[in-house]
């Protein structure tokens, strides 16, 4: 996710919850932008994996757009949250697990003030201490959660059409547990640490030919008219500055590799 700004710490979960909503539900604007780059990468009746869930504004954008969802959260409160909103919806598949490397279970960091920035990685926390955007940013607890594998959810769920990564630095381990070529995929970059999106490009190039593109921010536009190479989208990375905090890269297969 890409909020970084904190609301004041001594406002409760159920405070830090509604400010979410407030982002990523309340903003019609942006959710129409949403959907409209949504629209362009997926059709109905597509299958589509959303890895770090949060509340759910992209897999209701998904389901709105026909598709079906596997929806992973693994924070236990905001996964309680993302049922209330997509519980009973037909298409949702909603697990309170996380994705990574291999199966079994991790210790998720948690910032109770700011839930969007949960993380698997203690080298994403260690990256966001003292960096500009990032000063008020406390992870204060923890709690263990179960991990899957992009790989075992294809086993259970089918080959996606497309997946959506955001996991504060934990998608490079999220790709580890694929082995096979998708057709489309999304992995968050943060400005902090531009080598977890290098780590996933190099990951995805040892499954297939991939080209890319980026959204930044909460934007979701596209953008460069043309998909980049992996050379050429690194060096967009790399030239983006700091203040550009967040955004995605998009993956689109071009071939698999061979054998």
């Given amino acids: 996710m890409h909020a970084t700004s904190n609301p004041k710490r001594t406002?409760?979960?159920?405070?830090?919850?509604?400010?979410?909503?407030?982002?990523?539900?309340?903003?019609r604007?942006?959710?129409?932008?949403?959907?409209?780059?949504?629209?362009?990468?997926?059709?109905?009746?597509?299958?589509?994996?959303?890895?770090?869930?949060?509340?759910?504004?992209?897999?209701?954008?998904?389901?709105?757009?026909?598709?079906?969802?596997?929806?992973l959260e693994p924070q236990p409160r905001v996964f309680?949250?993302?049922?209330?909103?997509?519980?009973?919806?037909?298409?949702?598949?909603?697990?309170?697990?996380?994705?990574g490397a291999a199966p079994g279970e991790l210790v998720l960091h948690l910032n109770p003030r700011n839930p969007t920035v949960a993380t698997l990685e203690r080298d994403f926390i260690a990256a966001a201490a003292g960096a500009p955007g990032w000063q008020d940013e406390v992870w204060d607890s923890a709690v263990t959660v179960p991990v899957t594998t992009l790989d075992a959810l294809i086993a259970r769920h089918g080959t996606?059409?497309?997946?959506?990564?955001?996991?504060?630095?934990?998608?490079?381990?999220?790709?580890?547990?694929?082995?096979?070529?998708l057709p489309l995929l999304s992995f968050e970059v943060t400005m902090i640490q531009r080598a977890a999106a290098r780590a996933c490009i190099a990951r995805l190039g040892m499954l297939g030919t991939y080209e890319y593109n980026l959204s930044l921010g909460e934007e979701h536009r596209l953008l460069h008219d043309g998909w980049q190479t992996p050379q050429e989208i690194s060096a967009t990375l790399d030239a983006l500055p700091a203040a550009a905090n967040s955004g995605d890269v998009y993956a689109r297969l071009v071939r698999p590799a061979c054998g």
């Fill in 29 to 71: 604007a942006r959710t129409a932008r949403m959907d409209a780059l949504h629209a362009a990468l997926v059709s109905p009746g597509a299958l589509v994996f959303d890895i770090g869930a949060h509340l759910g504004d992209r897999t209701g954008s998904f389901l709105g757009l026909g598709a079906s969802v596997v929806a």
């Fill in 160 to 181: 996606p059409d497309f997946v959506k990564i955001d996991v504060e630095g934990h998608e490079p381990a999220v790709l580890q547990g694929l082995s096979t070529a």
């Fill in 80 to 99: 309680r949250a993302l049922r209330l909103i997509h519980g009973r919806s037909p298409g949702a598949v909603l697990l309170p697990m996380a994705a």
């Fill in 11 to 27: 406002k409760p979960a159920a405070s830090v919850i509604g400010r979410s909503l407030d982002i990523y539900y309340r903003d």
